[in-house]
């Protein structure tokens, strides 16, 4: 089927893959204001729960400038950034999603002190961002219950701005989202593409714009991607209270402890450089479930609920890119910010389509609700997608074969 784009009519746009950025796509490109303008279909080898994805797994912690410690500035902005979008996302959805903004709290044994001032000393902060040393009283005042364990902790850090979400509720009210506008949702469906033609369960469609979002699925046509291993813990501890996530400093990665709703913590992550999928190994069960219990006594009789393990797909560098070619975008190496990330690279693949698409018609002005610069552009611009005027986030989005 061959369906040439005609202006009056929506543009028919796949998104391959719905794992967290497809599914958010889906969603952004049918919100109200745009509803006429795009007609979505989305396409996933998995059904609607999505287990295979890395979206299931993660712990969705949205911690930008904890993360600036191995991660690059930009990865760092553009998390603060989608952590003041995340709200006004969620609030889109057919059912709420926790949410929580309360900063993160990071910790480290005495004999592992080493790790924290490391640790600080490596925070890319900027414009006098806040980073509150603490000390034994200041930890408790912050998480009372650290103060009935056997063990104080004498030295943390409070990064106040630090956010967290629930990602199966999100991705359960996305799925609903998207079956409430109706959104076509081929499940259970894999797909390839060459450029928007698309290929699926025997048959080729072009589409007016292709966005893949396949995660490692993308390997197919991008050799550089590779998985990096992650493993996670998920229990149900009564015995816990704490109210904000936990980082504890650990010499080869730093574990969190991530309080969800009622009494629910995820326990993670491993990073690994591998792209083994087996389940978790007795170490890294060991070292994830001993650091939680050296944290707080009451995960003793906490209920493990799961242990998994799964693939964070990445590029060289470790940072995500939007790569425009032609009428289709590929939107990957979201490796472990993804959730940290995705309101902002949904913002910016928005923009990729959207200015493309007005540079066919007369003067417009986009509109970019993150508050960065508006684009102006003419109908002299060509019409080809490689006009696209620079990215807002440096090195992000990339155009093949300029
Ligand atoms: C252990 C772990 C912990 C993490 N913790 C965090 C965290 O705390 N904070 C954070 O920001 N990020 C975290 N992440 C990272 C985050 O989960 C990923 O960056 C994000 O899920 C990537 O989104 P995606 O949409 O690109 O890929 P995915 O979420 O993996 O989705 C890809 C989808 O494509 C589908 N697919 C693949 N191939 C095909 C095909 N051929 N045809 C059809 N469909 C296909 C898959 O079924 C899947 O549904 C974590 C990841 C892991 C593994």
């Given at each position: 089927m061959d369906t040439p784009k005609n202006d009056s009519k929506p543009s028919r746009v796949a998104i391959l893959g719905a794992g967290l950025m497809g599914r958010m796509l889906a969603v952004a490109l049918t919100q109200k204001n745009l509803a006429d303008e795009y007609n979505v279909v989305l396409f996933d080898?998995?059904?609607?729960?999505?287990?295979?994805?890395a979206a299931y797994l993660a712990a969705a912690m949205l911690a930008p400038l904890a993360e600036s410690a191995e991660a690059s500035k930009n990865i760092m902005r553009m998390g603060e950034q989608s952590l003041n979008l995340w709200p006004e996302f969620l609030e889109t959805l057919e059912a709420p999603v926790f949410f929580q903004q309360q900063g993160s709290l990071i910790l480290s044994h005495d004999q592992d002190r080493a790790y924290l001032l490391d640790f600080q000393r490596r925070l890319k902060r900027h414009n006098n961002q806040s980073v509150k040393a603490l000390n034994k009283d200041a930890i408790e005042q912050l998480?009372?219950?650290?103060?009935?364990?056997s063990k104080y902790f004498m030295n943390g850090l409070f990064l106040p701005n630090e956010g967290q979400l629930d990602n199966r509720e999100l991705l359960s009210s996305l799925a609903l989202t998207i079956k409430k506008r109706n959104i076509a949702w081929f499940r259970n469906t894999a797909v390839e593409h060459h450029g928007n033609e698309v290929i699926f369960n025997n048959q080729s469609t072009k589409f007016d714009w292709v966005i893949d979002c396949?995660?490692?699925?993308?390997k197919t046509v991008n050799a550089n991607l590779r998985g990096v291993r992650g493993e996670v813990i998920r229990v149900h501890a009564p015995e816990v209270d704490l109210s904000r996530p936990v980082r504890l400093m650990h010499p080869r990665y730093p574990i969190y402890i991530a309080p969800k709703r009622n009494y629910h913590f995820v326990i993670g992550a491993t990073q690994i450089e591998?792209?083994?999928?087996?389940?978790?190994?007795i170490r890294s069960a060991l070292e994830l479930l001993s650091s939680c219990y050296s944290v707080h006594?009451?995960?003793?009789?906490?209920?493990?609920?799961e242990m998994k393990a799964g693939l964070r797909p990445a590029l060289p560098d470790n940072e995500p890119k939007i790569t425009v070619d032609g009428q289709s975008i590929q939107v990957n190496?979201?490796?472990?910010h993804g959730y940290l990330l995705a309101p902002v690279l949904v913002e910016q693949c928005l923009a990729v389509i959207q200015q493309t698409q007005t540079a066919l018609k007369p003067k417009k002005t986009l509109k970019n609700s993150a508050g960065l610069p508006n684009i102006q552009l003419s109908s002299?611009?060509?019409?080809?997608?490689?006009?696209?005027?620079?990215?807002?986030?440096?090195?992000l989005v990339e155009h093949a074969h300029v």
């Open positions: 080898q998995d059904n609607e729960h999505g287990h295979d994805s998480e009372p219950s650290l103060a009935n364990q396949r995660g490692l699925g993308a591998s792209e083994d999928r087996r389940q978790p190994t006594k009451g995960f003793a009789e906490a209920e493990i609920l190496g979201l490796f472990r002299s611009h060509e019409t080809d997608s490689n006009c696209v005027p620079p990215p807002f986030f440096e090195q």
